[in-house]
């Protein structure tokens, strides 16, 4: 999980004014992950997976914008904005909460879910300000360094939400590099197959071993290590002097050969998207290997294994991209039943044959658009009924037995990879 904090700016704190005696209202402490914010009152925070929010939690559990804490007249709220796993106070759901002392909750999950600590700050006696929190981005009003935690083992870097390190820049690809510690004081930088590249020092590179002497380049961001953290730099900062070839440097000094080597290499993986960590392709290969032998056991008891192809189709899009709608319960469950009917439809006017499956395979296309359920894994079992003619009520109940199994596998597998499926379900 990164934390990434914007601070939130009220008009009193950008015309410079002080608030008159009596003293200010208590001020408003929020931790996220040893990040302090802390709020004025009249100001306002935003909690959520969006980078635009002002404070941004990469977690996959969290919604994109989860929650929001406030001033009220009385002092300050903390409320769930409407997110979709909810935000909780110990074991309870809460929708909102007036915080009076130090109260921890959890965002997601009641037992797992990122942490957020919220304080209420009571001002000096003197009528001392709340200190202005530090920015932990660059941002239009001040030059900053964004501080990360430099990873313990592996930290994804890209535009898509639920890497560890997320950059909200077209430049950057959805999974675009990962950078590791082996130990010893160096990291690696890797090149998740990115369309625009990942530069050391400059230079593209696949994969190197980087130091804090090095700056890493991705997109329209600047990087380098520092005492174990991650270091953004602002637009305007002048990174260091760039450390003299050695033995401890080994980006440096790459022939031309090397060079031509990384750009042929980049010209041959083209523009198809980047290969998903193995964290993605584990799950999806369990649970898709749990959903066909379901099916190889039900056709096997049944002596019916003609479903087996074109489930197995279905499987792979509920397991490998649960967010597309093709592989929503509606468009699983409902897009085969559609298909299967207009086979044995073109079955009955046309008798069993190539012919009629063709057809009925192009038709049932045309149905499932036109009923706002389209699969496409079920046009193949249109195809099947028009060349078959299977019998017609043992295969419906089969069929849609088959698809509510693997809907219900999917919906487990989701759960267990801390993922979310259905995004509906009808």
Request: hydrophobic share 45%.
């Amino acid at each position: 999980m990164t934390v990434t904090t914007i601070l939130p700016r009220s008009p009193a704190i950008e015309s410079g004014e002080h608030a008159p005696w009596p003293p200010p209202a208590p001020g408003f402490v929020i931790r996220v992950a040893e990040t302090d914010v802390r709020l004025r009152a009249g100001q306002s925070c935003t909690i959520g997976r969006d980078p635009a929010c002002d404070i941004v939690i990469t977690d996959s559990r969290v919604s994109r914008r989860h929650a929001v804490a406030r001033s009220v007249p009385n002092g300050w709220i903390f409320e769930d904005a409407g997110s979709a796993n909810g935000t909780f106070f110990g074991s309870s759901r809460v929708d909102r909460l007036q915080v009076i002392t130090d109260c921890l909750f959890r965002l997601g999950d009641p037992q797992t879910g990122p942490e957020v600590l919220c304080s209420v700050v009571h001002p000096e006696p003197e009528g001392v300000d709340v200190p202005a929190p530090r920015a932990a981005r660059p941002s239009a009003d001040r030059p900053t360094v964004t501080m990360h935690r430099a990873p313990v083992r592996a930290l994804r870097i890209g535009r898509a939400a639920d890497n560890d390190l997320v950059l909200a820049d077209l430049g950057v690809s959805r999974y675009h590099a990962e950078l590791r510690n082996p130990g010893g004081g160096t990291y690696q930088i890797t090149d998740l197959q990115s369309h625009n590249g990942s530069f050391v020092n400059g230079e593209r590179v696949s994969s190197a071993t980087v130091t804090e002497r090095d700056i890493i380049s991705i997109g329209r961001a600047r990087f380098r290590i520092s005492a174990g953290e991650l270091l953004e730099l602002a637009d305007d900062q002048d990174p260091p002097a760039a450390a003299e070839t050695g033995p401890d440097n080994p980006g440096r000094g790459r022939t031309a050969v090397h060079v031509a080597g990384d750009r042929a290499g980049a010209w041959l993986r083209g523009k198809a998207p980047a290969r998903p960590p193995l964290s993605t392709v584990g799950p999806a290969t369990a649970t898709s290997l749990a959903g066909l032998a379901a099916l190889a056991a039900i056709g096997v008891w049944l002596r019916q294994p003609l479903l087996i192809p074109p489930l197995a189709a279905s499987m792979a899009l509920i397991a490998a991209s649960p967010a597309l709608p093709l592989a929503q319960p509606r468009n699983v469950i409902a897009g085969q039943l559609i298909a299967a009917l207009v086979g044995f439809a073109a079955l009955a006017a046309g008798g069993p044959g190539i012919w009629t499956a063709a057809a009925a395979g192009g038709l049932a296309l045309a149905a499932m658009l036109l009923l706002r359920a389209a699969h496409s894994p079920a046009a193949a079992t249109a195809v099947i009924v028009g060349a078959t003619a299977p019998p017609a009520a043992r295969f419906l109940v089969l069929l849609v037995a088959a698809t509510a199994i693997l809907v219900a596998i999917g919906v487990l597998g989701a759960r267990i990879a801390g993922k979310k499926y259905p995004l509906y379900w009808w």
